[in-house]
């Protein structure tokens, strides 16, 4: 499926981890935020709202940052990638329902990160018109059959 | 989440591959009807039904005929891994909505074989008392930062 089926609900924060000030391999002080925002997401998910986006790549967050925020979520159950243009990773992460999701281009580089909070990323789903096409391809495979 | 999520809805068939008869590198010839199962499982989910579960250990199926199924659901985009007490495997084939999902104890040993038709394998998904256990850990971490 394609990869602007993404569901980027909330979006917060615009500046770039480029912005003067940040130092990579430091902390900047902003990754505690995001882990109060996910819970705050996490509330309203369970509440029933839809499901929420984060993209990290628009957070002014260093790798640092990122190391930081990747340990205190830590390793859930479900490790999936989807082979599309290029490969994407949706890692659940031990707070069922947070899930780390990479999305890189053919030449493996990452193209973009984000935390989605959902009970299941729309990435994995099967959408239904590729069911309808998927059918028909085994319908007329069936039918070589006999 | 627990293997007894697994939602088995259909299951037909049910003798034992190792029946009388079965010649384990032969083709049994059942495996056409499977395929021709699953198209119409395929249908129904499509026109609104339920998902659906066939137990590939249930079946009258050679080690051949699985071989056979595979190669003619073929390989899809999403391939993903549970690991609880042993690891599952959910496989999306190459016609959406169909996933191979097989499930290991923890000495790795293949303890059952699923066919699914749904639009998305209920292992996969993120269960609310989970989600609701996982907030109140993550409420905890980030009091612990103030």
């Not at 499926?1 to 909330?10: F, G, K, N, S, Y």
């Not at 505690?32 to 996490?42: D, G, S």
């Amino acid at each position: 499926m394609p990869l602007d089926a993404i569901p980027i609900v909330a979006v917060h924060g615009d500046a770039p981890s480029a912005q003067a000030g940040l130092v990579p391999g430091a902390l900047s002080g902003n990754a505690p935020a995001l882990l109060r925002e996910i819970a705050e997401h996490l509330r309203r998910l369970l509440a029933g709202a839809e499901p929420a986006a984060i993209d990290l790549r628009a957070m002014p967050l260093t790798p640092a940052d990122l190391d930081w925020l990747r340990e205190r979520l830590g390793s859930g159950e479900v490790n999936a990638t989807l082979l599309a243009d290029g490969e994407s990773t949706i890692v659940e992460t031990a707070c069922p329902g947070v899930w780390w999701v990479t999305h890189r281009n053919d030449r493996d580089v990452v193209v973009a990160e984000f935390i989605e909070v959902t009970f299941l990323p729309e990435l994995l789903k099967a959408h239904p018109e590729d069911v309808q096409f998927g059918l028909e391809h085994l319908e007329l495979l069936i039918s070589d059959l006999s």
